[in-house]
């Protein structure tokens, strides 16, 4: 049960870094450069607050939902943010 509960948060942060990555990059183009900075902070406690009001904080534990898949994310974020600004600026 804990594996998979911790699966699916990962992949929902690998989900959320590339929405937040898409919008980065269009607020960024629309000139709004602090913003598109701050939003993958954003995204990334929003996934955080999706599993502690759907309780499943408890069964994965509150350090190891705060960090797991923190790297993919971070990477995926900053992948697609590159990708969504090479093609809509190149």
Do not use: C
């Given at each position: 049960?804990?594996?998979?509960?911790?699966?699916?948060?990962?992949?929902?942060?690998?989900?959320?870094?590339?929405?937040?990555?898409v919008?980065?990059?269009?607020?960024?183009?629309?000139?709004?450069?602090?913003?598109a900075?701050?939003?993958?902070?954003?995204?990334?406690?929003?996934?955080l607050?999706?599993?502690?009001?759907?309780?499943?904080?408890?069964?994965?534990?509150?350090?190891?939902?705060?960090?797991?898949?923190?790297?993919?994310?971070?990477?995926?974020?900053?992948?697609?943010?590159?990708?969504?600004l090479?093609?809509?600026?190149?």
């Amino acid at each position: 049960m804990k594996e998979r509960e911790l699966n699916k948060l990962y992949w929902s942060r690998v989900a959320l870094a590339a929405a937040a990555g898409v919008v980065s990059a269009l607020l960024y183009v629309h000139g709004m450069g602090y913003v598109a900075v701050f939003s993958p902070l954003i995204f990334y406690l929003a996934s955080l607050l999706i599993y502690v009001f759907k309780d499943q904080i408890q069964i994965i534990g509150k350090k190891k939902a705060g960090y797991h898949g923190i790297g993919s994310y971070i990477i995926t974020w900053l992948v697609v943010y590159m990708l969504v600004l090479t093609l809509i600026l190149g």
